[in-house]
């Protein structure tokens, strides 16, 4: 069974810096993209970063290119979003996603959320 969590968030100041994790199990955690995504209550939920398999392709929504990063560590079957310089407009549930195709945009499964909020 394909199972991602991801943890880390909680309350950050605008302008501080999180990283968020996403640990996944139940599949060739090295032979899979994963995405992150981003839900505030009543809006869609938004793709804002992707990473290839073997961690050479990076793809970013332009509201967080520059701010965030994307890595993983095919050992520990995790992947990374690194949050620098957030604003009040990060605030939001964020979700890591992968899917059967090793293609960034492509999602069958999802982890539960982890909450940030970003104060002033």
């Known amino acids: 069974e394909v199972q991602l969590q991801a943890s880390g968030g909680g309350l950050v100041q605008t302008g501080g810096s999180l990283r968020l994790s996403c640990a996944a199990s139940g599949f060739t955690f090295g032979e899979h993209h994963i995405g992150w995504f981003r839900q505030v209550p009543g809006k869609v939920r938004e793709g804002i970063a992707c990473i290839g398999s073997d961690g050479d392709y990076t793809w970013f929504e332009d509201s967080v290119k520059g701010r965030f990063t994307i890595s993983r560590d095919n050992a520990k079957n995790t992947a990374y979003l690194q949050m620098n310089s957030v604003t009040y407009e990060d605030t939001a549930v964020y979700f890591c996603?992968?899917?059967?195709?090793?293609?960034?945009?492509?999602?069958?499964?999802w982890g539960q959320g982890t909450q940030v909020t970003v104060s002033s």
């Open positions: 996603a992968t899917g059967n195709r090793n293609i960034c945009g492509w999602y069958d499964y």
